[in-house]
Each structure stands twice: as C-alpha cells, then as structure tokens.
C-alpha cells in the first residue's frame, strides 16, 4: 500500500537569473510535491532591483500556479562585503528573453527576512527553504531569530563546491557573493543540503536538451529554451562544455525527487579572510563527520532522470 504523500510547503529565495527562473517554473509546476508559500528576492546575479521585478515576472511566466504566490524583496547587499554581480552570464536584465509577462504585482511591503521569520515560526519543523542565490536574506533571518534554525525543517542551498569555483578558481559565485552570510548559515546549526558546482556540473543544458524544452510549444518552455540558450554562450567559452549548468532547477529537484540524488554528511567551512581563497567552501571530503554535523553535500545525481523531471514539469506550465 503507498501511502499518499503531503506536498512539502517551501520558501524560495534567490536572486533570478535565468536559472533561477528555470529552478522556480520547476517548482511551481510541482504542487505534488510542493508548496510554494512564497518566494524571496535578493541582492546576487543582478541588483535587487531587478531580481524583484524577475521574480514578479517568473510568477507571471507560471500562470495559474503563480497567480497566488506572493513575492517578498529581501536585501539590496551583502552582510559585509562589497556588492558584485553576474551580469555578464545573465545579463543586464537577469532575464535574457524576448515578450516576457509583466509582473503579476509590486513586492510584499514585508521584508523577505521578517517574511521567513513570520511563516517558519508559524509552522516549526515543516518549511522548507531553497535558496538559489547569496545566503543574505536567510542569515538574517537566523541572526534576527536565533529559535529559526531550530524550526526550519532544512536549507537547500545551491553554492559552494567541494573543489573548483566558477566566478573565481576558488569559489562559486553564490558563496562568493556573501560568504559571510554563508557562513551563518552553514554554521547556524540549521539542517543544510549544499547542492554544490560539483554536483551542477553534472548537468549541462546541451543543444537537444534545449531543443527538446523549445519543443514543448508552450511559452514557458519557449522561455527556458531562449534563457539557456543565452547561457550556453559562457559556458562554451569559459568551460568548453556543450552548454550551460542547470544549477538552480538541480537543487529544487533535490527537494522534489531525493531519491535522484546522493548527498554525504561533511563539515564545510567558508574562507571570510581577503585573498585567493576568499568565498571558497572548504569541505573536509576525507574526514569523518561527527553525529552533529548538520551540513550534507550533493555528489552524485541521475542526471537523464532529472532532465526528463524537469522537461515533463516545465510541459505543464502555459
């Protein structure tokens, strides 16, 4: 007999971009297994003011099934460092597609921080947070409530890596963008799944992959097709890969299908001294983790499963 499962109620926060916006169609299009309670904009691969208004839009992308999402802007830097961005990968915009939606609505007048506060303490043990972007708002969070960590049943971040980095040879841009607030995080005592370059990179959005979203025929598969698209470019000149990572819908995929993936308990540190190293997560791949390690670490996923996952989700979308 199987026993029906209740649909995870999660938070997404993150900083949209194009595979953010790929990550919160997928999600969206996956009531089954989630429940999207609201979503969170932060500072990251564009300023906040344009990741606010991608986020307004990727709601608007999802019809019915964003229509009653509400959207929380959360914060504009990071806790310590100078702000940086990525809009060389994604853009000026975040947004790299031609006739996209209007957003459905203005942001919340709530801050995402205070959001997470508010809906988490409301449902201790149950929320999930998945985060796609720099850890701002949801340090915050945890340093204005230090009962958070305790009541959110897990963070599933995408950044770190347990090797190389992508926007420095050291660290992954998420990590790097605020690697203070990660290292609140990683350290806040929180249940943490890091979903790192090392498992992303296993998944590349290659031209009959990109093709196959195209052929969908509906607008949200014809915007992951041109998005991607736009990506490829990057990771042909920078990698010389076949296209680009799908980082963001891996880790929500982790949270609709854990059973594609594998993740191993670790301690993971994050470099905050200025250098060469600065944004690295350090993760002790060798070591033997004791029974409070709370942080566990993507490395391994069923890549064709995942990719079917996210072509049959994004099909249900308008």
Not at 154 to 177: I, K, Q
Not at 239 to 245: E, H, I, K, V
């Amino acid at each position: 007999m199987t026993i029906p499962r209740h649909p995870t109620p999660i938070i997404l926060d993150g900083d949209p971009g194009l595979d953010d916006a790929v990550a919160w169609m997928l999600a969206l299009a996956s009531p089954a297994e989630v429940q999207v309670l609201g979503v969170c904009s932060v500072h990251g691969n564009v300023p906040l003011e344009r990741t606010s208004h991608n986020a307004g839009v990727i709601l608007a992308l999802a019809g019915e099934a964003g229509h009653q999402v509400p959207h929380y802007a959360g914060a504009d830097r990071p806790l310590v460092r100078e702000a940086v961005t990525a809009a060389a990968v994604h853009g000026d915009s975040g947004l790299p597609a031609a006739e996209l939606p209007a957003p459905l609505r203005e942001p919340e007048t709530l801050h995402a921080a205070e959001y997470m506060i508010q809906t988490i303490r409301a449902r201790p043990g149950e929320i999930t947070l998945i985060a796609t972007g720099p850890l701002t708002n949801v340090a915050l969070a945890f340093r204005l409530a230090p009962d958070l960590p305790a009541k959110v049943r897990e963070v599933v971040w995408m950044g770190g890596s347990t090797a190389h980095g992508n926007r420095t040879p050291a660290a992954e841009f998420n990590a790097l963008a605020d690697p203070h607030a990660a290292h609140v995080v990683l350290t806040s005592g929180a249940q943490v799944r890091m979903v790192g370059l090392n498992l992303t990179m296993q998944s590349i959005a290659t031209p009959d992959r990109v093709a196959a979203l195209h052929a969908l025929g509906n607008r949200a598969g014809a915007v992951c097709a041109e998005l991607l698209t736009f990506y490829a470019g990057h990771y042909r000149a920078r990698y010389g890969l076949n296209g680009g990572a799908l980082h963001d819908p891996v880790a929500v995929a982790a949270v609709i299908r854990p059973d594609l993936f594998t993740f191993r308990p670790m301690r993971v540190e994050v470099d905050t001294q200025d250098g060469l190293n600065f944004g690295r997560t350090v993760c002790d791949l060798y070591g033997k983790p004791g029974p409070e390690e709370r942080v566990r670490v993507g490395m391994d996923m069923d890549d064709p499963a995942f990719f079917a996952l996210l072509l049959e989700r994004v099909a249900r979308l308008p």
